[in-house]
């Protein structure tokens, strides 16, 4: 087990963002975080990423408590895009080079070929998709042992995300736990190997999705609809 929380809650002032979270996940293993807007899913991976500290409960992380030793662990994806709009993607590269001794360079130049992305533009001059692509491959670059990805195709065009699916699959390190947090299940679901869909800050659903798909005779997407509409 890589991941593990118990009881993990974290309350705003006017509401509860995660309400009592208990969660085994394991590594080799593929994981969509699925909920509509607002159900706690960038809550429950800041706080994974440590962003977030004033929660209850427990959280390990690996064999530690959520700290500088777990943050090694981990290559996460914001749902935002962070770097200053005049850095170049070079110098974010170097950025990475510099705080992560993960950091594979030849794995960032594949990737940069399968996103079509350049290193020489700034992130000015990169297009909201451009962005997200790479900065997604900079977090798939690291030989992690956890990758925590926020919704890492919301501002991709539907086009492109097949194959952005194809070069996760090939690029993450396969020993390693992936999590994607996302709503847009339909086109991460061919691989997923389970799914967790919070709804109102609880875990409604924990499975393995051939096990769901077996059980209800539908697809994850669809499953999903019915327990959200």
Do not use: W
Request: charged share 30%; net charge negative.
């Amino acid at each position: 087990m890589i991941i593990q929380t118990r009881s993990l809650s974290k309350h705003y002032k006017k509401h509860i963002a995660i309400d009592s979270v208990d969660l085994d996940l394991h590594k080799g293993r593929i994981i969509g975080l699925c909920g509509p807007n607002g159900s706690g899913k960038t809550t429950l991976i800041k706080v994974l990423m440590g962003l977030l500290r004033d929660y209850k409960g427990e959280v390990k992380i690996g064999d530690y408590e959520v700290g500088k030793e777990s943050l090694a662990l981990c290559s996460y994806l914001p749902d935002k895009t962070y770097f200053e709009k005049e850095m170049t993607g070079r110098q974010a590269i170097n950025v990475f080079k510099d705080m992560y001794q993960d950091f594979n360079e030849s794995k960032m130049n594949q990737l940069m070929a399968d996103f079509e992305v350049s290193a020489d533009q700034t992130f000015k001059q990169m297009s909201k998709g451009m962005q997200e692509k790479f900065q997604l491959a900079l977090v798939l670059s690291r030989d992690a042992q956890i990758y925590l990805l926020d919704e890492p195709i919301g501002g991709v065009d539907p086009a492109s995300r097949e194959k952005i699916m194809n070069s996760i699959l090939s690029s993450y390190a396969k020993d390693a736990l992936l999590l994607i947090s996302t709503h847009l299940i339909s086109d991460i679901e061919s691989i997923l190997d389970e799914v967790i869909f919070l709804k109102n800050g609880r875990v409604v659903l924990h499975e393995n999705c051939d096990d769901l798909r077996d059980q209800h005779g539908m697809s994850i997407d669809a499953y999903f609809r019915e327990v959200f509409r």
